[in-house]
């Protein structure tokens, strides 16, 4: 086995790209990245690499789209001490990896760094999709809602404790121009937001849903991501997946309630 490292986003897609949408369920994060490094939405600094077998077959991808952490693939546990190595040769670091808890595990085992922290994610799937009941209504955001919704993005990561560095303007005005944020609006202002990724390969992802803490307790965070699913699900998406931090048993019920089924966990391990 050996892996491949680059910068050039086609390389890499030539590659790697028929191998994840084998399974774009388990490989959600990876091709949302690619398409966010196509459109020109990520400006920093991408790893891409993939894993060949030794006839040249491709095993595996992994990539970092700065300021995220380095996302892997369910690739072969045997071959991330090799990237691990590639890496450190090529004196490329790591803060933080994510990924199939496996793969995250076997990486941070291999990493010269210890592990600081770790988020324990499940990713989850939408069977039937049930509906809650709230106060208010969904409405599809745009362009003009850029600072609520950058407000809204920043106090998601600020109690996440994920990308709590990164500017979210520019994620957010993407999702913005591609019409994936809705609000749950209440009295005629915005209560809760929630991304539904345009789909790929029939997959889109809900996240972030996020209600302010003085706001919650009211079904918001419910009815915001049952209308995401619905726009996803009416915007061709043939799976509607999202991730839940597992320490947070509520959202977990939450969700489940609406109709989401259990996929595998995933964890992010942060590296000091």
Request: proline share 8%.
């Amino acid at each position: 086995m050996r892996w491949t490292i680059t910068d050039e986003v086609e390389e890499y897609a030539a590659a790697a790209e028929p191998w994840l949408l084998r399974d774009p369920v388990r490989n959600t994060v990876m091709l949302t990245a690619l398409r966010g490094i196509r459109s020109g939405q990520f400006a920093g600094d991408c790893l891409l690499a993939w894993l060949e077998e030794d006839d040249g077959t491709v095993a595996g991808a992994a990539c970092r789209t700065p300021p995220y952490p380095l996302a892997l693939g369910d690739v072969p546990l045997a071959s991330l001490p090799l990237l691990v190595r590639e890496l450190i040769e090529m004196d490329r670091d790591v803060s933080e990896v994510g990924g199939p808890l496996a793969a995250a595990e076997a990486f941070a085992d291999a990493w010269w760094r210890p592990e600081t922290h770790r988020r324990s994610e499940r990713l989850y799937r939408l069977g039937t999709l049930r509906s809650p009941s709230a106060s208010g209504k969904p409405r599809v955001a745009g362009p003009d809602d850029l600072p609520m919704a950058v407000r809204f993005f920043r106090e998601f990561q600020d109690e996440a404790h994920v990308d709590r560095t990164a500017d979210p303007s520019p994620v957010v005005a993407a999702r913005l121009n591609r019409e994936e944020l809705v609000w749950w609006e209440d009295d005629d202002r915005p209560v809760s937001i929630a991304g539904a990724s345009a789909p790929i390969a029939g997959m889109s992802r809900i996240g972030p849903v996020y209600t302010p803490p003085d706001l919650r307790g009211r079904g918001y965070g419910s009815a915001v991501t049952h209308a995401a699913s619905r726009k996803a699900l009416d915007d061709g998406a043939t799976e509607v997946l999202l991730f839940t931090d597992l320490s947070n048993p509520t959202s977990n019920s939450i969700y489940q309630r609406l109709g989401f089924r259990p996929v595998t966990d995933f964890a992010s391990i942060q590296f000091g």
